[in-house]
């Protein structure tokens, strides 16, 4: 049966129901990036760790400029060069072509379509280190001709840093990081979502022990706090259900612990 917490953990499924929430850090790296685009740079690197938010800067970055100049987004890696290149021709010219030979073919017959011998075309490419270094290497040489500017975005991990691979570190004119958020970013964060969707009510089982709890468990990271806080709700939607007098006042420190197991984040 649901309840109020059914509907509340339905505000934190990362990635089908996302508000963009405009933290500090978020601000912050998106003035760089569009000041990084306003400048004759042919290649810029935006980087961070996974579950940071860059997707959703490029996203919106992608919808505020759509409408203003030629904008490409690809959120999705592509492995193969032709299957690139149409793609690319088909988003910028919104038709399609026969397969390109490769980019030189591609460079001719687009040169001859842009009505101003200056106008250029700006991508957004999401999961660059997926892609092939021969294929990177072709996408540089597009960025010489300057029809095209490429804003690559990348997974900083421990494991691999990707700032060190040869083909981003030599090419790139400008590096953009983006931080996992404050303890500041996630209580606004949180607040802001709560806000949105009309859920005030729900924000004073919440005290600052509880955001540094949460900080602490996520590190800041913005796909694990949507994990980390949907496990929680669904810990009081079971409690709610079940024992009723066990989810009335102050969050208690043990459902932040056992949302931190369901999340694996810790071990119980």
């Known amino acids: 049966m649901n309840n109020n917490f059914t509907e509340i953990k339905k505000i934190f499924v990362d990635g089908e129901v996302f508000d963009y929430v ?35 800067l490029l996203q919106k970055i992608y919808n505020d400029f759509r409408n203003k100049k030629k904008i490409v987004f690809f959120p999705r890696p592509f492995f193969d060069e032709k299957e690139f290149l149409k793609n690319l021709y088909f988003e910028v010219f919104h038709e399609t072509h026969e ?20 106008e250029s075309v700006t991508v957004l490419i999401d999961e660059a280190q997926l892609y092939p270094p021969d294929l990177i290497e072709k996408i540089r040489l597009m960025a010489d001709s300057r029809r095209y500017k490429f804003l690559f975005t ?19 004119w400008e590096s953009i990081e983006l931080q996992n958020s404050s303890l500041h970013e996630i209580k606004n964060y949180i607040e802001k979502k709560m806000v949105f969707h009309n859920r005030l009510d729900f924000l004073a089982l919440f005290h600052d022990s509880h955001y540094k709890q949460i900080k602490k468990f996520t590190d800041g990271n913005l796909r694990t706090i949507n994990k980390f806080l949907f ?9 709610e259900q079940h024992k009723p007098s066990l989810v009335r006042g102050k969050l208690k420190a043990k459902y932040l612990e056992m949302a931190a197991i369901a999340a694996g984040k810790i071990h119980a």
């Not at 601000?27 to 860059?54: H, N, S």
Request: aromatic share 16%.
């Open 231 to 239: 496990k929680l709700f669904e810990i009081l939607e079971y409690y």
């Open 154 to 172: 990348v997974h900083k991990t421990e494991q691999e840093d990707l700032l060190a691979k040869d083909y981003f570190q030599t090419r790139i």
């Open 99 to 118: 397969i390109f030979g490769g980019y030189d073919e591609f460079l001719s017959v687009t040169n001859k379509k842009f009505d101003n011998p200056k």
């Open 22 to 56: 405009n933290l500090d850090k978020s601000a912050q790296a998106y003035e760089k990036l569009v000041q990084a685009l306003d400048k004759p740079l042919k290649l810029i690197l935006f980087f961070g760790k996974p579950g940071a938010g860059k997707t959703f």
